[in-house]
């Protein structure tokens, strides 16, 4: 046999509503009983027929100096079929009434108009000046008003209803609740972090109890674990700093013997070779000061310092010191004249390292474009060189990456330019992205939002 057994959400909600809907309806039956026995308030006149409707209005109009929708909404008692709808004070110019008509109304009386095939009729009632004419609109209702019994039904009806649609929201938020427990186990199982009977709550405390201890413990762990990631990142950041410093060190003693070997004169082959371990110091202490700068920007010691920055002066400069360096390379600007807010020292950066990678693997041609939105702005830089493979372009932003020969290391630059640009783009709450160029080469695009 089935069990009829109601679980305890719906035993709750049954002991919650039944009482609520048996208060209405007594309150119902006790506030139709109270109309019935103590009437209607004295300043409203039971009127019901046309006349009686004038008659009372008329009444109204001598003794109210402003004569109100309300005040003459109030002569009509709710059970009556006459409704009215519209209320206005004209001229007898204005009213649409024949002479005939107005002679009448100035002899104190009322016109009652009804309109063919509508429920509609009009009342024009003379005012207490000559030039005053009150014209009322009427709308009649063809059935009565359902009677107190019945209305009764249908408030119970809507509580029924009412009382079905709680139940199925109660389910749907119960099978949530489930859902979420069971998606937050499974969280906590792949992050290796049980959920023990100890930590969760009893058995005995309502599921929303239940999910929100199991969040709150999530929500501890997460935090020790972040916690954690931060000392972790801290530690590696001191390290590079140290090992950074500890370099410059014997590279200043090396430069020192370099310029003391070379001030000997010595021999061509020598010279040479002087010549060639300077160059390799200097490529270290670039590489040296990229860790240190790469280590700021990732770790968040930089602070920005925003300000308004000129697109095209910023371009201009920069292309006019890779022209130098790349005689052979057209620089294409197709930026706007146009300021953007942001830190002018990051901002001249990144586009550093964008041109400058794009004109060490161009074949010809190097474009760069700006375009300025109203929630940010788009920068990019493209070339006509051999591309990234679309499985590569996400490897390109880590730090000391190599794709292929024709991208090595003796093509120049540390391998952070990318990076750095990733973290400066970060610090900006924006992102940059690779694609394929119109060129035949890499696209490089920087989606900033504009502060």
């Not at 005939?100 to 108009?113: E, F, G, M, R, V």
């Not at 770790?299 to 095209?312: C, F, M, P, T």
């Not at 794009?358 to 070339?383: K, P, W, Y």
């Not at 783009?425 to 900033?448: K, M």
């Amino acid at each position: 046999m089935r069990d009829l057994t109601l679980p305890p959400r719906h035993k709750t909600f049954l002991t919650f509503y039944l009482p609520c809907c048996l208060i209405f309806v007594l309150f119902f039956i006790a506030n139709d009983w109270l109309e019935k026995v103590i009437g209607q308030p004295d300043i409203v006149e039971i009127v019901e027929s046309q006349d009686q409707i004038a008659e009372a209005f008329a009444r109204r109009i001598a003794t109210s100096d402003q004569p109100t929708l309300a005040s003459f909404s109030l002569l009509i008692p709710a059970e009556s079929p006459h409704r009215l709808q519209k209320f206005a004070i004209v001229t007898p110019a204005q009213a649409d009434l024949s002479e005939d008509d107005l002679a009448y109304l100035a002899a104190q009386n009322w016109l009652i108009y009804e309109e063919p095939n509508t429920q509609r009729w009009e009342l024009y009632l003379p005012g207490k000046s000559p030039d005053q004419v009150f014209e009322f609109v009427f709308e009649t209702s063809s059935n009565q008003l359902l009677s107190s019994l019945a209305t009764l039904v249908l408030a119970v009806l809507c509580l029924l209803l009412l009382g079905v649609l709680l139940w199925w929201l109660l389910d749907k938020i119960h099978n949530e609740f489930t859902v979420s427990s069971s998606a937050l186990d499974n969280i906590a199982h792949q992050l290796d972090m049980p959920i023990s009977q100890d930590k969760a709550p009893n058995r005995a405390a309502t599921r929303a109890a239940t999910l929100t201890g199991k969040i709150r413990y999530l929500e501890r762990n997460l935090q020790k674990e972040s916690q954690q990631r931060v000392r972790h990142y801290d530690e590696l950041r001191d390290l590079l700093h140290g090992v950074a410093h500890e370099f410059r060190s014997p590279m200043a003693r090396l430069s020192f013997a370099l310029d003391m070997a070379e001030a000997e004169q010595p021999k061509p082959a020598v010279k040479e070779l002087i010549e060639q371990m300077s160059q390799a110091l200097t490529e270290l202490d670039m590489l040296v000061k990229e860790v240190l700068n790469y280590s700021r920007l990732e770790h968040g010691v930089s602070e920005l310092k925003r300000e308004e920055v000129s697109v095209s002066e910023t371009v201009k400069k920069i292309i006019e010191q890779q022209q130098q360096l790349h005689p052979q390379l057209f620089f294409e600007d197709l930026s706007a004249d146009t300021t953007i807010i942001v830190d002018s020292q990051l901002f001249h950066r990144a586009v550093v390292n964008l041109v400058r990678n794009a004109a060490r693997f161009a074949e010809s041609r190097v474009r760069i474009n700006c375009q300025h939105h109203v929630i940010g702005f788009l920068f990019t830089v493209e070339d006509d060189g051999p591309g990234i493979p679309p499985g590569k372009r996400a490897r390109i932003f880590e730090p000391f990456t190599r794709l292929d020969p024709s991208r090595s290391r003796d093509s120049g630059g540390s391998g952070l330019g990318l990076a750095i640009v990733k973290s400066i783009s970060t610090l900006h709450q924006g992102r940059v992205e690779v694609s394929d160029s119109p060129l035949g080469g890499a696209l490089f695009t920087l989606r900033w939002p504009q502060k």
